[in-house]
């Protein structure tokens, strides 16, 4: 006689992880009346517990920095389980390629310590293809997606300023704070330069907002935020989706693979339960992949079947192609006139108040697309490795040291560029043939080379800010031994460029598109080959324009999310 | 403290608001953060005498008067002992290895390099001999006249900056700095002015 199991559950939507893109389709479906599971490949969040708010770094055994006095994996203050790292899951590079891949293992993923940068794309962002000839265009407008930026801002909070900058959209702003004197400073050079620096946009509540707290000025977003005045997945979109009653969480679920059944439609997700090591299956009508791009991107390559001998969805071979990251490139500078500043508060908001959005827009430039820039410093918590320039500038010892630290302290201000970059065939990751994580699941070997556009566009990022260090005043200061510029390479010149993936914008591994042959997904994130199949995180982007990808990812998970809601209703999946 | 600065009104508006979020969002209220924040406080207060991890008693001695000739006590502060700066300097160094070849062999070159010069180690040098020796390590540029120097100018630069790591990060370092944050403000008051600089 078979043995049927007529217990067995079966869910609306199997969510598969827990941050921007999956918290965001868990508030929609729960809320739209579908019953989901979502799996998390790390434990549930206890911002109590867990987050470091407002510890001083004395109250904390390496001060604040990480194990052995080094910022790997950001130290001890960073909002918990954020990992360059991870014992037993580890990742490959092909030899000649140097990536670097951030994850997070907790209930709501990496949104917990994000830079809570909230830009939208722009109407160009969607046609850059047409407009440059590189890459491809998106299968949708901004138009269309306008709406649910509108809704995402409503419902999270962004301060922000209407400016009307070229392809910067402006958005729902709750008002920005005023700015701090390292901001007032660097404005002043930037009008003189004729470079746009207007109030930033974050996702942070400048007043209390659909139930949470106002922001109160600690600057210390990254840490957490127990009050949950900034954006989190897990405090902000995970509660309303438990609030219905509809949607179970199951926490320590690392996915193993997507089970189709005979006609090619995802019936269940196959997990392993960290806690017990067991094997585990939950069935539902319909998945969807939010588990970071590339995780995404593994999960689908992980998906073999008669029917998918290449992995889920992937008849187009793309999945794992045109991955790409935020060109990145710093410098710092010190301004002298910093030192009569009187002692203030200057903490602000847990990021930078203001921002230089792409001003050369539309122009003439030595580059395709565009960067922002970013700036920070001044009078910050004192932190471990803040004092390495000035000592080994002025290096010998005694109370004149202690005295130039503190005349010194507070004067010194970090710029970052995020530049966009154009997808290119050398960078993709795919399963590694041989390496396994301790799961017994194919790990990724990651391919990386950035582009001749890259390397220009970082070039101009160092020109422009030693531009607006020395048009303010400034001069601009070296790295420093324990932070030493990196040797360089003809791909890589030293201390010009991020390496692959170190910005954490990873993205475009399992895009959309409207040819079946170059995309995997279609303009609802719906797979072609598999319609109960959807993706909801930054893998289905098909540029990385130069604004952070968070905000984004949220728009678009909330659009797909409400496409299948309607394609439910009507019982197509 | 630093609730203080939250105004009453904007207190109890804030613990209106977690009474409405309570039914949804997992948030503790201001008042309810800052106390947690002073429990920390007074757990760290009974910390007691520190065990060294890493360094031996003579080195870690010799570590303590390096770090408190470092950064000294003056009128304004305390010194980096007090700030808890050698504690700090064993604990990562038990941790790294980089850093146990590089003090751990720096104090002992310090050491051997008294013994040779002076007839003793570091901490039986009169001041004057301990003045002579610091200031040959204390700057790159004698190692660029005496190559010999080379590595015990590379092991002071690195003491020095985790001197100032672990003086910087305490209490009274944050204090000597005039660090004002890490607070609760229910607004941001932005840049105070400053006389001069307007112009």
């Known amino acids: 006689m078979f043995q049927v199991n007529s217990r067995k559950t079966v869910y609306d939507v199997c969510i598969i992880g827990s941050g921007a893109g999956g918290g965001t389709a868990a508030k929609v479906l729960t809320e739209g009346g579908l019953n989901v599971v979502m799996l998390e490949a790390g434990p549930r969040l206890d911002p109590d517990r867990d987050f470091k708010e407002h510890m001083w770094p004395y109250q904390l055994p390496h001060r604040g920095a990480g194990i052995g006095g080094l910022g790997s994996n950001f130290g001890e203050f960073l909002a918990p389980n954020g990992f360059w790292e991870i014992d037993g899951e580890p990742y490959t590079t092909a030899p000649g390629s140097s990536f670097r891949w951030f994850r997070s293992r907790i209930e709501g993923g990496r949104t917990n310590h994000w830079g809570r940068i909230a830009l939208r794309f722009g109407p160009a962002d969607f046609r850059a293809h047409s407009t440059d000839g590189m890459g491809d265009d998106w299968p949708i407008t901004y138009e269309e997606l306008a709406p649910y930026y509108d809704k995402v801002e409503a419902y999270i909070g962004v301060f922000g300023s209407k400016e009307n900058v070229p392809n910067a959209p402006d958005g729902i702003f709750l008002p920005p704070p005023k700015p701090r004197c390292t901001e007032t400073l660097i404005k002043k050079a930037c009008d003189r330069l004729n470079i746009t620096c207007i109030p930033s946009r974050m996702a942070i509540l400048t007043k209390p907002l659909n139930g949470r707290d106002a922001c109160h000025y600690c600057a210390q977003c990254g840490r957490g935020c127990k009050s949950a005045s900034n954006f989190s997945s897990s405090q902000v979109m995970i509660p309303p989706a438990a609030a219905t009653g509809r949607l179970t969480m199951i926490a320590n679920a690392m996915a193993r693979e997507i089970v189709v059944d005979g006609s090619g439609k995802a019936e269940a997700v196959s997990y392993i339960d960290k806690t017990t090591k067991s094997e585990q299956r939950v069935y539902a009508k319909a998945v969807v992949v939010a588990a970071s791009a590339c995780e995404s991107a593994r999960l689908l390559l992980n998906s073999r079947s008669a029917n998918f001998p290449n992995g889920l969805g992937n008849s187009s071979g793309a999945v794992g192609r045109n991955l790409t990251d935020s060109v990145g490139s710093d410098l710092a500078g010190y301004f002298p006139q910093l030192e009569k500043m009187p002692a203030h508060n200057h903490d602000g908001v847990g990021g930078m108040h203001m921002y230089m959005p792409w001003w050369r827009f539309g122009k003439q430039n030595e580059f395709l697309r565009g960067y922002h820039i970013e700036f920070g410093g001044g009078r910050d918590m004192p932190g471990v490795g803040g004092f390495d320039g000035v000592c080994e500038e002025q290096e010998g010892y005694g109370v004149s040291l202690k005295q130039k630290c503190r005349s010194s302290y507070g004067t010194f201000i970090g710029f970052s560029g995020r530049g966009e970059m154009i997808p290119n065939d050398k960078c993709f990751c795919e399963l590694d043939p041989d390496v396994k994580d301790q799961w017994g699941i194919p790990v990724l070997r990651f391919h990386w080379s950035w582009g001749e556009n890259e390397i220009k566009m970082a070039a101009d990022m160092q020109a422009t800010f030693r531009s607006v260090v020395e048009g303010a005043g400034g001069t601009v200061i070296a790295g420093t031994r324990r932070h030493p510029k990196p040797q360089g390479t003809a791909e890589q010149p030293a201390g010009k460029i991020s390496k692959g993936g170190e910005i954490i914008h990873e993205l475009g591994t399992v895009r959309m598109g409207s040819d079946t042959k170059t995309s995997v997904l279609n303009a609802h994130c719906q797979a072609h080959d598999v319609k109960n199949l959807f993706v909801a995180d930054a893998a289905p982007f098909v540029s990385n324009p130069d604004k952070n990808p968070t905000l984004t990812i949220m728009a678009l998970a909330w659009r797909t999310s409400e496409y299948l809601l309607e394609q439910a209703k009507k019982g197509e999946v | ?199």
């Open chain 2, 1 to 199: 403290m630093a609730i203080d600065l939250v105004s009453r009104r904007a207190l109890l508006k804030s613990l209106g608001m977690g009474a409405v979020a309570g039914s949804v969002f997992r948030v503790i209220p201001l008042e309810a953060a800052a106390y947690a924040h002073s429990v920390i406080d007074a757990e760290k207060a009974d910390a007691g005498g520190y065990m060294p991890k890493f360094f031996d008693a003579h080195a870690y001695k010799t570590l303590q008067a390096l770090c408190e000739t470092i950064f000294p006590a003056d009128a304004d502060s305390g010194g980096a002992v007090e700030a808890g700066a050698p504690e700090f300097i064993d604990l990562v160094t038990s941790e790294n290895v980089g850093f146990q070849e590089k003090l751990g062999g720096g104090l002992k070159g310090l050491d051997a390099n008294c013994t040779s010069k002076y007839g003793k180690v570091y901490l039986e040098c009169a001041a004057g001999q301990q003045k002579e020796i610091l200031d040959l390590i204390a700057y790159r540029k004698n190692a660029e006249v005496d190559a010999g120097l080379a590595q015990s100018v590379e092991f002071f630069s690195l003491l020095r900056n985790l001197t100032a790591d672990g003086f910087f990060t305490s209490k009274i370092g944050i204090k000597y700095l005039g660090y004002k944050g890490n607070t609760f403000v229910p607004e941001f008051p932005g840049c105070p002015p400053v006389p001069g600089l307007e112009a």
